[in-house]
């Protein structure tokens, strides 16, 4: 049981270590990116900004997940 | 790290950072969180409007992830989750326009700070009574031997007699919920419950969980592991449309409520696990400090006008 959970605790470890990383980039590439460009689109069209801002966030949380979900199956199916 | 479009300086691990507990909190009580999310956004910075706004944006994001695995785990009741979704957009316009009063009239920084204040004080009274007054109830049981061994998860609460009387009122039209256990209560009831969860999200912000979650558990009647999956489900579609009007209202910088969330996805994942190892008072009365912790962050930040 204690083996199990260490296996798991470390493999949660290291799926943290990965997404840190992933999510590091994250906010350097995509967010510099678009910062300009939703501050002009929240001055100008707002309801395309609010419109938007429900899309960025829903498609950020299905893709999160889908890289979480790859990393526990990649990191824990090699643990085992 | 600049955000341009609500004009802050906030670094984004401390988003990250309050977005992974408040995944925690949501994967765990079924609550957006709001309660931390709201005062933390508050410390960091943002007018009331702003953190109220951004805050709804990030919920959206956060419960797609724990609804989804709250569903795969059968805590999901569907019909009940659609129809609290009506009751509760209503009640998230009637909140929005509020805060707009507030923002026109320049004192909407106190006014929510005070409201908030109340509000998170009297839920956690209120759920530490009550969770402790079952688990005393439960202990009694065991000791009459009711109980095998003493730890049942099934979901006994000491306001089950209220429950059961408003239960009985019999407003046309009546609704199963056959998912929840429920053969027939008010359809009146519930959008009533979800009118207010939606008046309180569209005023503080967030989902709006924390008065929720415990009206679905004490008022409808719905078991507590339900009440979470649901209360989930329930706050994308009414936090969608509060996230959209409040967008529309210049109350939203999704670039912080996107920050937010890439915490919350870790969060909520070990959120969601930990809810199968509790039975439901025991969860109840894990809540109770959270609400405290929200208050006592809006009360430092009142007296001592401090931002991070």
Do not use: C
């Amino acid at each position: 049981m204690k083996k199990e959970t260490a296996r798991t605790v470390r493999a949660f470890a290291i799926e943290l270590a990965i997404y840190a990383v992933l999510v590091v980039a994250y906010f350097f590439l995509v967010l510099h990116l678009l910062g300009q460009w939703l501050y002009e689109l929240e001055i100008h069209r707002r309801y395309v900004y609010a419109a938007l801002a429900i899309l960025l966030i829903i498609g950020q949380a299905v893709l999160l997940e889908s890289v979480i979900t790859f990393l526990i199956r990649l990191i824990r199916g090699r643990s085992e | 790290m600049f955000f341009p479009i609500s004009g802050a300086d906030i670094s984004p691990i401390y988003l990250a950072t309050v977005g992974f507990l408040i995944g925690i909190l949501g994967g765990f009580f079924g609550v957006g969180g709001s309660f931390i999310a709201g005062p933390a956004l508050r410390l960091a910075g943002l007018d009331w409007n702003f953190a109220v706004g951004t805050d709804l944006a990030h919920i959206v994001g956060k419960s797609v992830v724990a609804a989804r695995r709250h569903r795969a785990l059968g805590n999901v009741d569907l019909r009940l989750g659609s129809i609290m979704a009506l009751g509760t957009i209503g009640g998230a316009e009637v909140g929005a326009q509020a805060i707009q009063m507030l923002k026109r009239a320049g004192n909407v920084n106190l006014v929510v700070s005070i409201v908030s204040i109340v509000v998170y004080v009297s839920i956690a009274i209120f759920m530490l009574w009550e969770s402790r007054k079952t688990l005393r109830l439960e202990k009694g049981r065991a000791q009459r031997g009711l109980v095998k061994g003493g730890k049942s998860k099934k979901d006994y609460s000491a306001f089950g007699p209220v429950t059961r009387a408003i239960q009985k009122v019999k407003i046309w039209p009546m609704v199963a919920l056959p998912t929840s256990g429920i053969a027939a209560i008010s359809l009146w009831t519930i959008l009533l419950v979800a009118f207010v969860g939606g008046l309180f999200s569209g005023f503080l912000g967030g989902g709006a969980g924390y008065i929720r979650m415990p009206s679905m558990v004490y008022v409808l009647g719905i078991p507590t592991h339900l009440a979470v999956g649901t209360d989930l489900f329930e706050i994308i579609i009414s936090a969608s449309y509060g996230t959209f009007s409040h967008a529309v209202k210049g109350n939203v910088d999704i670039l912080i409520a996107l920050v937010m969330h890439t915490g919350a996805v870790i969060g909520a994942q070990i959120g969601v696990i930990a809810t199968q190892y509790f039975a439901g008072p025991k969860i109840r009365l894990a809540f109770v400090p959270l609400p405290l912790i929200g208050a006592a962050i809006v009360i430092y930040t009142m007296i001592s006008g401090h931002k991070l």
